[in-house]
């Protein structure tokens, strides 16, 4: 172990509805979904047309911007159906599959030198798994990254136990991380966190750099890491992955496939079982939920409730998640609002009665009801309470309103993402929309400084 680092600023929301740590019977989906929008900034070209055949790992979109980036079927049947929207942006590919599956097999280069890896990457579609800082987008081939990380924890609400996901493929994350070694001039900084990861074998990983980390939510959050451990200047390239990122790698270089296969864990208050089920991205959520709802007046959300998509029953499974969330609707007005004293109720300010009889114990069902609507914003020291890093919030997101290129920069920027500014989006008295905001000044520094 090489160092630690205590985070004090976040929050752990009590959220009912943890999974137990066990498996649930498999699904087979009559339908699985590639989602274009998943991939920020890509620009799709579509290779394939409704009633092609198609194997696992074959290319179904191409990148404009990049033509080397492809997006892979994760797995084999026919494509039944291209779903457009507005000004036909490519929002959906229906995959129809067939069992047992069929592979594409990717021929393993006898040297496994940096060029030859990233072209393996690249021919699979693994390689829109590899993202980078700053940014939080799908890392350059060309780039040379200071440093590869991977945050083998999750701190969000409901995260799936990190030990357990990678259960049984303990050889596949080595032989990955001896593979994406090579692609980098620098250290690959594994993060743990000791209270979350219980096992011993992160302490015997060959050719990477542990740290342990301990503290609330965002504590898993790569930009926090990072910046504790190397903080990003302008001219800083880092890439990350996350653990079952490193399997998928593995398992391709050892066996020559695209196996995508992995746990996702069914999660929130309204299901009525909870556990890990081991599935492909792209999954139908009718085939995941069904007969495991309480009621019908739900949000179903493709990952946690900070940070993930709403999917709904009619959705799937986004390419990057590994977790469901399924909360109650909040369809409803509250009598008296904040005045009423709501003994009941979870919050983690002061403003209700809760906190003076609150265990740290109990457990809340917590609803997508806003409580209030869009208010001016408020200045003041609240979201710093959540927000671990050196950078003043308020004014880096006046900057970005204001698009002042100069003052982002000087601000931060470039340390953030938009899952930073999650926890003072929940907590935000104006109820702004936080997240959408940094996404869009992350966008307006793409295209003003590249």
Not at 208 to 230: A, M, R
Not at 345 to 370: A, E
Request: proline share 7%.
């Amino acid at each position: 172990m090489k160092e630690h680092f205590k985070i004090k600023k976040g929050l752990d929301i009590p959220l009912e509805g943890e999974a137990p740590l066990k498996d649930l019977p498999d699904i087979l989906s009559d339908k699985y979904a590639i989602l274009p929008p998943d991939f920020r900034l890509l620009s799709p070209r579509l290779l394939v047309q409704e009633g092609n055949n198609i194997l696992a790992g074959e290319p179904i979109i191409q990148n404009k911007l990049n033509e080397n980036i492809l997006i892979t079927s994760p797995i084999s049947g026919k494509v039944t159906a291209i779903i457009r929207g507005e000004k036909r942006i490519l929002k959906q590919i229906i995959i129809t599959p067939k069992f047992p599956q069929e592979y594409k097999i990717f021929n393993i280069p006898p040297t496994l030198d940096r060029d030859n890896i990233i072209k393996l990457l690249l021919e699979s579609g693994l390689w829109v798994n590899i993202k980078q800082r700053p940014y939080g987008i799908i890392a350059n081939p060309s780039d040379l990254p200071k440093a590869i990380y991977i945050s083998a924890f999750d701190s969000s609400p409901l995260a799936p136990d990190p030990d357990y996901l990678i259960k049984g493929d303990e050889e596949n994350f080595q032989k990955g991380i001896d593979i994406i070694k090579n692609l980098t001039s620098g250290p690959i900084y594994l993060n743990i966190s000791s209270s979350r990861n219980k096992s011993d074998f992160y302490k015997n990983i060959k050719n990477v750099e542990l740290h342990d980390f301990e503290g609330p939510h965002p504590v898993g959050n790569v930009s926090v890491q990072i910046s504790k451990i190397s903080p990003i200047n302008k001219s800083d390239i880092y890439w990350y992955l996350y653990p079952q990122d490193v399997i998928f790698i593995g398992r391709l270089f050892q066996n020559g496939k695209l196996d995508l296969h992995r746990k996702i864990v069914l999660t929130g208050s309204e299901l009525t079982e909870r556990g890990y089920i081991t599935s492909l991205p792209g999954i139908s959520m009718q085939a995941l939920l069904s007969n495991r709802l309480k009621q019908n007046n739900v949000r179903v959300i493709s990952g946690n409730v900070l940070t993930g998509t709403n999917a709904g029953l009619d959705g799937f499974l986004s390419y990057y998640d590994n977790q469901i969330t399924v909360i109650p609707e909040g369809y409803y007005y509250d009598f008296f609002g904040w005045i009423a004293p709501k003994f009941t109720k979870y919050s983690p300010s002061r403003m209700i009665m809760n906190w003076l009889i609150r265990s740290k114990k109990k457990k809340y069902v917590l609803d997508t009801n806003m409580h209030g609507e869009e208010r001016p914003f408020v200045l003041s020291d609240q979201y710093d309470k959540y927000f671990p890093f050196d950078i003043y919030p308020v004014y880096l997101l006046k900057a970005i309103l204001s698009e002042n290129i100069e003052q982002m920069e000087n601000l931060g920027i470039y340390e953030i993402v938009e899952e930073d500014f999650a926890l003072p989006e929940y907590v935000c008295v104006s109820k702004i929309n936080l997240q959408e905001i940094v996404r869009k000044g992350i966008d307006l520094m793409i295209k003003e400084t590249t």
